[in-house]
């Protein structure tokens, strides 16, 4: 009796010390992420090899985002905050019936249409595929847009809708990069499992950590040109910032969806006349994209609007880009946008 006592004791012991331990090496790491945001600079974007950019309106990206799905050997894990898309929800039910690895996460509470995603969550729970809810006590919404196929991620500004290929401006980044596909998918399995973790590398734009300190970080070390998607904005820090910048003669250009789609863009829209700073109110293609770009130097991209429940509430996803190719192309389609 007295040696099974002493072996439960052993066992707590133990167990208890590993708890220990793994928590207090958890809490550090947490702590070390916290001071490497504090050190962003542009010198610590790295320049991302094997990237792409797509952009929409293009049903024709629709199909080949289907065919990335049938083509998958291992993985298909998507983190979304609205999927409607009747062929990308087939894509990964017959994904699972390859046994490929298929998870899912939607947000159950989408503003102002609550249930949007609830037909899709029944019917990959009814076929099996591995999906959940995010944790409403992590964030406001999980409004991310990113889904990893095997080795490749792909972050974009689009939903899984149909509008998203059909109608709307978007960009879409398909990234190829063995160390950023680790970070991707640890975010994606800690908002899997409901935990709430921050994760750091200075090319990932991550909401509610990190994303306020790069963007106002962007805008703020701006020498030259700030251009600008916007779908939505109101967030004040970054007004702030884009006034005082105007005052410094920096070249602002900002492009918005009309008013009569987002309408809650008025007021800002107003101030920004009033100071005399260049806009474009475009009707088409609907703009629901959200970028940054200073100087046609440095790209942001990502689910992250300007606003401050984006920015301190959601969980949002982007990437910072400093890849030529991919910034002249992105120029291209701005100034088409904004001379129309």
Not at 17 to 36: L, M, P, R, T
């Amino acid at each position: 009796m007295k040696s099974i006592l002493f072996f439960i004791l052993v066992f707590f012991l133990f167990s208890s010390q590993n708890e220990y331990v793994e928590f207090h090496e958890n809490k550090k790491s947490q702590d070390q992420i916290q001071e490497q945001i504090k050190d962003f600079s542009f010198e610590k974007i790295e320049y991302l090899s094997w990237l792409t950019m797509r952009h929409t309106p293009d049903t024709k990206f629709l199909e080949e985002l289907v065919s990335k799905i049938d083509s998958a050997k291992e993985k298909v894990y998507l983190e979304v905050y609205i999927f409607t898309e009747k062929r990308l929800k087939k894509a990964l039910i017959d994904a699972h019936k390859r046994w490929v690895d298929v998870k899912v996460i939607l947000e159950k509470n989408v503003y102002k249409a609550p249930s949007l995603n609830t037909q899709t969550f029944r019917d990959l729970q009814k076929s099996w595929v591995s999906v959940v809810y995010s944790n409403g006590q992590n964030y406001a919404l999980n409004h991310s847009k990113m889904m990893i196929v095997d080795d490749e991620v792909i972050i974009s500004t689009g939903n899984y809708s149909y509008s998203t290929f059909k109608y709307n401006r978007e960009f879409f980044l398909m990234l190829q990069n063995e160390q950023m596909a680790w970070i991707f998918q640890e975010i994606f399995e800690s908002d899997f499992g409901g935990e709430k973790k921050n994760f750091y590398h200075p090319n990932l734009v991550l909401s509610p950590f990190s994303s306020r300190t790069q963007m106002t970080f962007l805008l703020k070390n701006a020498q030259k040109s700030i251009k600008i998607y916007a779908h939505n904005f109101s967030d004040s820090e970054i007004m702030e910032i884009l006034f005082e910048k105007h005052k410094e003669n920096i070249d602002i250009n900002i492009i918005f969806p009309d008013l009569k789609k987002v309408a809650s863009n008025e007021d800002e829209i107003q101030k920004i006349r009033e100071k005399n700073i260049s806009y474009k109110l475009l009707e088409k293609p609907e703009v629901h994209a959200k970028s940054i770009l200073i100087d046609d130097t440095y790209l942001y991209i990502g689910s992250v609007n300007f606003s401050s429940y984006s920015i301190d509430k959601n969980r949002e996803m982007g990437l910072l880009i400093k890849n030529k190719d991919i910034i002249w192309k992105f120029l291209d389609i701005f100034e088409d946008d904004f001379q129309q």
